[in-house]
């Protein structure tokens, strides 16, 4: 295992030599201290433990690596992640797996507002409750949430699916909830299982796309 101590070492020095690799590799990171863009644009299969908290963006746009982050996660963590794994083993702020086209975030707490933003084909899991606008113009991919969600959730929302367990707020433009089929209970026992969360898949809803919107209709013009 190497080990990097961001106390004595820049981020732009870790993440060069996190680049550098391209081989199975175990990376402990010690005293990250909110810093931000820890792990960024990994390629290689890496196994990276983050022993604290860190800032913005974190692992994002990671590929093929398994992120570990030990504590909350800033803004965007795992942005833009095409493939691999990125777990947060406390809360996430804002944006979380925005516009993820792969791999799997799993946010063991809660995650704040526009949770899987524009998500592109990944898959979230998370723990606890999302904030308002969570799955917001999500295209592909599936979001699952343990606990509640807040206002406008799946705000014009494409073809990805959400499953939520609890309560949410409000659904947002063209969201509505959809009949949970046996492929949809299936994929949802596989998730939950991958990220490690103990809950029963039988009492989560789903919820996607009315596709109200996939039309232009001249009657509404004024509203366009």
Same mark, same amino acid.
């Given at each position: 295992m190497s080990t990097f101590d961001l106390s004595k070492i820049s981020v732009r020095e870790l993440n060069q030599h996190l680049h550098q690799l391209s081989e199975v590799n175990d990376i402990d990171i010690l005293e990250p201290r909110?810093?931000?863009?820890?792990?960024?644009?990994?390629?290689?299969?890496?196994n990276v433990?983050?022993? &604290?908290?860190? &800032?913005?963006?974190?692992?994002?746009?990671?590929?093929?690596?398994?992120?570990?982050?030990?504590?909350?996660? &800033?803004?965007?963590?795992?942005?833009?992640?095409?493939? &691999?794994?990125?777990?947060?083993l406390g809360n996430a702020s804002q944006s979380a797996g925005a516009t993820a086209h792969g791999g799997l975030l799993v946010i063991q707490g809660d995650a704040s507002a526009r949770c899987g933003i524009s998500l592109k084909g990944a898959s979230i899991v998370v723990g606890g409750s999302v904030g308002h606008m969570s799955a917001f113009m999500a295209q592909a991919g599936t979001l699952v949430i343990c606990g509640d969600a807040g206002d406008a959730l799946g705000d014009s929302i494409y073809e990805a699916r959400i499953y939520l367990r609890g309560q949410v707020a409000s659904l947002g433009?063209?969201?509505?909830?959809?009949?949970?089929?046996?492929e949809h209970l299936a994929e949802l026992t596989q998730l939950l299982t991958t990220a490690g969360i103990h809950a029963d898949p039988t009492i989560f809803r789903r919820y996607g796309s009315g596709r109200s919107l996939y039309h232009f209709h001249s009657d509404q013009a004024s509203a366009y």
């Open positions: 909110g810093a931000h863009a820890v792990a960024c644009g990994l390629t290689a299969p890496l433990s983050i022993r &604290g908290p860190v &800032g913005y963006y974190c692992a994002g746009m990671n590929e093929r690596a398994t992120v570990t982050v030990h504590g909350n996660a &800033g803004t965007g963590v795992a942005e833009n992640m095409m493939s &691999g794994e990125v777990r947060v433009a063209d969201c509505i909830e959809k009949e949970m089929r046996p």
